[in-house]
């Protein structure tokens, strides 16, 4: 089972940025869909945004227009870059298979956005 983890969560003010990685067991290149998803405390897991191999990319509506999806099959590792962060995107977000979350969930990484 592929294996994700995750890094480059932090503490920032709303209206900043951060970018996420989220580097995989498996080789990208034998993974089509893949996509980030986030828990907020309290909430169930949802989904945030999604790539495809072709580079097709698909957003939650709440972060449409903000958060840009990429991935490098090179290096095994899918990005996505956030900007104007708000309090309500403070949460832990995971990466895994899209549109079906088939990897094993990982520790994930904390993003705290303060008002």
């Known amino acids: 089972q592929v294996q994700f983890v995750e890094s480059g969560g932090g503490l920032v003010q709303a209206g900043g940025s951060l970018r996420l990685s989220c580097v995989s067991s498996?080789?990208?290149?034998?993974?089509?869909?893949i996509g980030w998803y986030r828990q907020a405390p309290g909430k169930q897991r949802e989904f945030v945004a999604a790539?495809?191999?072709?580079?097709?990319?698909n957003y939650a509506d709440t972060v449409k227009g903000r958060f840009t999806i990429s991935r490098d099959n090179a290096k095994n590792t899918v990005y996505v870059q956030m900007n104007s962060l708000k309090p309500e995107d403070t949460a832990v977000y995971y990466c895994?298979?899209?549109?079906?979350?088939?990897?094993?969930w990982g520790l994930g990484t904390q993003v705290t956005v303060s008002s």
């Open positions: 498996r080789s990208m290149f034998n993974i089509n869909g």
């Open positions: 790539i495809t191999g072709a580079g097709r990319t």
């Open positions: 895994n298979t899209w549109p079906y979350p088939a990897g094993s």
